[in-house]
Antibody
Framework: EVQLVESGGGLVQPGRSMKLSCAAS????????MAWVRQAPTKGLEWVAT????????YYRDSVKGRFTISRDNAKSTLYLQMNSLRSEDTATYYC?????WGQGVMVTVSS | DIQMTQSPSSMSVSLGDTVTITCRAS??????VNWFQQKPGKSPRRMIY???NLADGVPSRFSGSRSGSDYSLTISSLESEDVTDYHC?????????FGGGTKLELK
């Protein structure tokens, strides 16, 4: 059974950093590109970043470029999202996804 | 960026209805459109991939179609479990973009 389990969310002050993790199981993680998608409270879905299967290519939405870094450790079957210089508008539930499969989401609240 | 204009944003429906939700792409995205269902407090569930393909385990009352730059999700014989939110996604080009979402509500 495929599982994606996010962790690392919580309350953080504006300007600070936070790192999300997504532990994958039930499939050969190193064969698949992965993505982070977020959803602000009561809002729609918003794509954040994508990484290729081997980590050689990464893509970001403009509003997080230069602040967020997507990475992966294929030996640990884990996806990461390093978020720096966080803003109130980054407040959202963050989902790890492999298109067909989605994690349960982790809430990130940026507030003083 | 490619805009996915989703309509309607909300719809009042009755059980047994046939419901169609549409996303219009601002430029060509080919077949690279997915449809997701999302229930309150839950993760999205992929219902349709590559515009017209039914995802595994999805009931056959769901279908996807394409007409030019218009992509549609149709639910036939609407059941109570279908009354929730739906989102389209284009993944032909970065940045990937979602439609604004459609909320189905019972009359």
């Amino acid at each position: 059974e495929v599982q994606l389990v996010e962790s690392g969310g919580g309350l953080v002050q504006p300007g600070r950093s936070m790192k999300l993790s997504c532990a994958a199981s039930g499939f050969t993680f190193s064969n698949y590109g992965m993505a982070w998608v977020r959803q602000a409270p009561t809002k729609g879905l918003e794509w954040v970043a994508t990484i290729s299967y081997d980590g050689s290519s990464t893509y970001y939405r403009d509003s997080v470029k230069g602040r967020f870094t997507i990475s992966r450790d294929n030996a640990k079957s884990t996806l990461y999202l390093q978020m720096n210089s966080l803003r109130s508008e980054d407040t959202a539930t963050y989902y790890c996804t492999r298109a067909r499969y989605w994690g349960q989401g982790v809430m990130v609240t940026v507030s003083s | 960026d490619i805009q996915m204009t989703q309509s309607p944003s909300s719809m009042s429906v009755s059980l047994g209805d046939t419901v169609t939700i549409t996303c219009r792409a601002s430029q060509d995205v080919g077949i690279y459109v997915n449809w997701f269902q999302q229930k309150p407090g839950k993760s999205p569930r992929r219902m349709i991939y590559r515009a017209t393909n039914l995802a595994d385990g999805v009931p056959s009352r769901f279908s996807g179609s394409r007409s030019g730059s218009d992509y549609s999700l149709t639910i036939s014989s609407l059941e109570s479990e279908d009354v929730t939110d739906y989102h389209c996604l284009q993944y032909d080009e970065y940045p990937w973009t979602f439609g604004g979402g459609t909320k189905l509500e019972l009359k």
